[in-house]
């Protein structure tokens, strides 16, 4: 019975493109290394009831690293932050602090937007 336990785990009965395999490198080739990265810092108060945040987009990175990096920015900017959609939000305008973090971890970054 043993067998039969395992097989049915084993067996895949419809895949449509490549195998499970083949996922992974993909996920990975789409990791670019911080200097390739194109960041931009911008504040924003859309939506948030007057609050000032600070949004950083063009992440190409997996959403381990990004939870990394948002832990250590918050850490720096000494207030919250959150990870939506593949971008980082830190409460507060922080821009030019941001920034300089960003640089100094090697991305390429620029303040966009006002």
């Known amino acids: 019975m043993s067998a039969q336990d395992s097989a049915p785990k084993a ?3 419809y895949q449509e493109f490549g195998t499970a395999s083949s996922d992974s490198p993909q996920e990975d080739a789409s990791a670019l290394p911080p200097q390739q990265q194109n960041i931009r810092v911008q504040a924003s108060r859309a939506g948030r009831k007057g609050k000032t945040v600070t949004i950083l987009t063009g ?8 939870q990394q990096l948002l ?7 000494g207030s919250g932050g959150t990870l939506k959609d593949n971008s980082i939000e830190i409460q507060g305008d922080h821009r ?3 920034l300089q973090v960003l640089l100094g971890l090697g991305y390429k970054a620029k303040i966009s937007g006002g």
Not at 59 to 66: G, M, N, R, W
Not at 71 to 77: D, G, P, S, V
Request: some cysteine; aromatic content about 4%.
């Open 59 to 66: 992440f190409q990175t997996s959403p381990a690293v990004l």
């Open 11 to 13: 067996r895949i009965v």
């Open 71 to 77: 832990k250590q920015l918050k850490n720096q900017c």
């Open 96 to 98: 030019p602090k941001i």
